[in-house]
């Protein structure tokens, strides 16, 4: 089941949890080539500049805890480096060909 995210107002209005934080940077972090990500930069059209340093909340539903929320600060530090970008004619699986 994938949960159900929305970008956090810039002012962080009615985000409760996030007051008492001293910085938004103690937040764990997401890269902005995440797919939750790309999906809110396609619908917001926003660039990477634009939504980077921007507050996701993320809400996760349980059977014990209901619905809970999470946050995560929108870094631009891509997912896979370049040089861990391999084609698929040299890796398999972790097994080199």
Known sequence: ?????????EDLEGERALYELDSLQQLPQISVDDPAVLSLRGELEMSKDDIEGR???FLRRSVK????PYYRIIV???IASETMKKSWGEYYYGWTL
């Open 1 to 9: 089941m994938m949960p159900s995210y929305e970008l956090v107002p």
């Open 55 to 57: 507050v996701v909340k």
């Open 65 to 68: 805890a209901g619905i809970s």
């Open 76 to 78: 631009a530090s891509p």
